[in-house]
T-cell receptor, first 115, second 112 residues
Framework: DTGVSQDPRHKITKRGQNVTFRCDPI?????LYWYRQTLGQGPEFLTY????????KSRLLSDRFSAERPKGSFSTLEIQRTEQGDSAMYLC?????????????FGDGTRLSIL | SQKIEQNSEALNIQEGKTATLTCNYT??????LQWYRQDPGRGPVFLLL?????KEKRKERLKVTFDTTLKQSLFHITASQPADSATYLC???????????FGKGTRLSVIA
């Protein structure tokens, strides 16, 4: 169990640019979640996959945000035309979806700073 | 909409004492409640899960209670140590398939 891995750990970009983050979940986990966290707040849910199917999206997820999990393994989160308000920590979590409830395991996030 | 309140933004206690953190929720009836620990610059780490039919759960120096009448969970750390200093997040949720909704967290500082 190597844990949930996120890349990059930090991203600094200018307003208006596109950014893409990657998440590699724990290998046997079929559920993958994206959250966003700003300073002094708890993580806020963005979207959720079961295998390759995107099952739920938050109202927070504007049309500038898109997420994929093409083969049911790693996932990418893309933000187009970034805005100052997109500055946050983006967290990925994974869990096993079968049998007794299993808690979500989080990666250490990608910190995005918009200049 | 679901609302989760954690008692305070910050809590300072002396080493060796028991820390008690509070999580209150309104406008829903969760079947489960989880507590996570988060260190600066890191992702949350799962600590304990308690179900609605369980009054109390323990793990080493940690104890969680879940009072569905009061709509409250208490999280206790006994014999606290400076290494317990972190932000603690609660996440009441309805079922295993639902994404988590977190409180803002309580930042605990244990002073030697």
């Amino acid at each position: 169990d190597t844990g949930v891995s996120q890349d990059p750990r930090h991203k600094i970009t200018k307003r208006g640019q596109n950014v893409t983050f990657r998440c590699d979940p724990i290998s046997e986990h079929n559920r993958l979640y994206w959250y966003r966290q700003t300073l002094g707040q708890g993580p806020e849910f963005l979207t959720y996959f079961q295998n390759e199917a995107q099952l739920e999206k938050s109202r927070l997820l504007s049309d500038r945000f898109s997420a994929e999990r093409p083969k049911g393994s790693f996932s990418t989160l893309e933000i187009q035309r970034t805005e100052q308000g997109d500055s946050a920590m983006y967290l990925c979590a994974s869990s096993s979806g079968s049998g007794v409830y299993q808690p979500q395991h989080f990666g250490d996030g990608t910190r995005l700073s918009i200049l | 909409s679901q609302k989760i309140e954690q008692n305070s933004e910050a809590l300072n206690i002396q080493e060796g004492k028991t820390a008690t953190l509070t999580c209150n929720y309104t406008n829903y009836s969760p079947a489960y409640l989880q507590w996570y620990r988060q260190d600066p610059g890191r992702g949350p780490v799962f600590l304990l899960l308690i179900r609605e039919n369980e009054k109390e759960k323990r793990k080493e120096r940690l104890k969680v209670t879940f009072d569905t009448t009061l709509k409250q969970s208490l999280f206790h750390i006994t014999a606290s140590q400076p290494a317990d200093s972190a932000t603690y997040l609660c996440a009441p949720f309805l079922s295993g398939n639902t994404p988590l909704v977190f409180g803002k967290g309580t930042r605990l500082s244990v002073i030697a």
